[in-house]
């Protein structure tokens, strides 16, 4: 999932991605207690991510808000990577979807099982969020197993495809794409191109299922 050699920040970067982290909590008690074991309710550890949580997207994102409100929720993900050499991985593991900061971000978790090859689950975060000046989406990477942040922009290209580029990784081009969203189910592939995006090259595509099958109430 996502191992790439990133590009880190310094000094501002580094001050955003210590805020990712820490909203990382807000995905959600339930991932806390997967790692940490179970806690009471009225744990003050828990305070930042009861803080953290939104319902829904603040109003001030309109319209903007709908294509990747459409992800808000718990996923299955069937993991599938590709290796320059050829080598082909299948792994297993969930994505989770909210709102934070008073609806006015969303972030993701990303967990991948652990496996044969690797005793310890892996786990990354996005942050998005909607700069109306330059009428995009914003995108901010943390790998925390390989200390490193990396930048996207891009935006919704209709209401079942949202697409992030970024040039943090090095001297490729990388391209991000959720696509063919429905209620239950939508694609995520990473490509990346060493020749200014005239061609792309496939690295991963991961399969999400909605858990359950239920999709949040403003879009049933």
């Known amino acids: 999932m996502k191992k790439h050699a990133l590009s880190p920040w310094h000094s501002n970067g ?31 550890r828990l305070e930042m991510v009861r803080a953290l949580q939104a319902a829904h997207a603040h109003p001030s994102l309109g319209g903007h ?33 909210g709102w934070v900061m008073d609806g006015r971000v969303v972030q993701d978790l990303w967990i991948v099982d652990p496996s044969a090859a690797d005793k310890e689950r892996e786990v990354y975060t ?9 009428d995009t989406w914003h995108t901010a990477f943390v790998d925390p197993e390989h200390p490193s ?5 891009g935006s919704a290209a209709d209401d079942d495809r949202i697409v992030l580029e970024s040039r943090d990784f090095g001297a490729t ?29 496939l690295q991963s595509e991961y399969h999400m299922k909605r858990r359950r ?6 879009h049933q």
């Open 14 to 44: 580094f001050l955003f991605a210590a805020c990712l982290l820490c909203v990382g909590g807000a995905i959600g008690p339930v991932v806390a207690n997967n790692a940490t074991g179970q806690s009471p309710a009225t744990d003050a």
């Open 65 to 97: 808000a709908r294509a990747i409100d459409r992800l808000i929720g718990t996923w299955d993900v069937a993991y599938t990577d590709f290796s320059t050499s050829g080598r082909v991985t299948h792994r297993t593991g969930e994505l989770i979807f």
């Open 126 to 134: 996005d942050l998005f969020y909607f700069d109306p000046k330059s």
């Open 149 to 153: 942040v990396a930048r996207f922009t």
């Open 173 to 201: 081009d990388t391209r991000w794409s959720y696509y063919n969203i429905r209620a239950d189910s939508f694609v995520y592939r990473a490509e990346e191109s060493a020749d200014g995006g005239k061609t792309w090259t």
């Open 213 to 218: 099958g239920l999709a949040p109430a403003s």
